[in-house]
Nanobody, 117 residues
């Protein structure tokens, strides 16, 4: 079992920044990848950024490239999402997901990010 806890969401104005954190606990021995998803109001959940456990290769959705940065602190079992130049269209509930070898997914409870214009 893996438990994930996100934090760092909030209400900001357009152009401002937020940093999300996701702390993982439990059995992380077979961790394969970690990612941030978001679900805007009335829309489906979408992948924002991801990083694999064994490499430094990161993935970003085109809409956040150059503004968001995913990073990790493996010693603290924590991943981060630095979000700069936030825009109203970034408003969503942001979720952390960890995927284990074999494809088993674990999700956090989500953290709300709201950006006013």
């Amino acid at each position: 079992q893996v438990q994930l806890a996100e934090s760092g969401g909030g209400l900001v104005h357009a152009g401002e920044s937020l940093r999300l954190s996701c702390v993982a606990t439990g059995n992380l021995f077979s961790l394969y990848s970690m990612g941030w998803y978001r679900q805007p109001p009335g829309k489906q959940r979408e992948l924002v950024a991801a990083i694999t456990s064994g490499s430094a290769t990161n993935y970003y959705d085109d809409r956040v490239k150059g503004r968001f940065t995913i990073s990790r602190d493996m010693a603290k079992n924590t991943i981060f999402l630095q979000m700069n130049s936030l825009q109203p269209e970034d408003t969503a509930v942001y979720y952390c997901k960890h995927t284990l070898l074999g494809g088993l997914d674990y999700w956090g409870q989500g953290t709300q990010v709201s950006v006013s214009s």
